[in-house]
């Protein structure tokens, strides 16, 4: 089904200056230097790929290879791949799917756990850094206007058919 177009209506002047925010921010946080000092300060050797499909694991698990392809925007191949390196370096386990014995479902193992446990910390703390000079107020505000944003942005997709994924 093809996604219908965005209205024909210029965006305000607030609403382009978040999604350039967006814009920086993002590419900030997914540059391989930032993720290579991310994976020393925690101690975990792992490719962007397979930190992000333990966030999503860590997230809801567990899940089929399809479904983590899904919310995660990828081939299921990749996925696949990347739960292989994963399981054999001991972060992933496969478990039978509950729902059909011939399927299977992506687990965390406690390495797993503690990987993304660490990760995150690292992440959290970086950030804390990064905004020490603001009040708890307007760290407050910010956590409740970005996941605000996130549900809308949600929400807003699947509207438009796509898979609601977990954030």
């Known amino acids: 089904m093809p996604t219908p177009p965005f209205p024909d209506v210029p965006a305000s002047p607030e609403v382009a200056e978040i999604e350039r925010a967006l ?3 993002t590419y900030l946080g997914t540059r391989a230097r930032q993720h290579d000092r991310l994976m020393a300060v925690a101690g975990v050797p792992l490719d962007r790929a397979a930190v992000a499909l333990l966030r999503q694991i860590a997230d809801s698990e567990p899940q089929r290879p399809g479904e983590l392809a899904q919310r995660l925007g990828v081939e299921a191949s990749h996925v696949t791949r990347t739960a292989q390196q994963l399981e054999k370096a001991g972060y992933v386990t496969r478990v039978p799917d509950p729902d059909d014995r011939r399927a299977q479902r992506i687990r965390l193992t406690d390495a797993g ?40 942005f949600l929400a807003h997709a699947a509207e438009e058919g796509e898979p609601r994924a977990s954030a």
């Open 23 to 25: 814009s920086r921010i």
């Open 113 to 152: 756990r503690q990987a993304i446990d660490r990760v995150r910390q690292a992440g959290a703390r970086g950030m804390q850094a990064a905004l020490a000079d603001w009040s708890p107020e307007e760290l407050r505000q910010l956590a409740t206007l970005f996941h605000r944003m996130v549900d809308d």
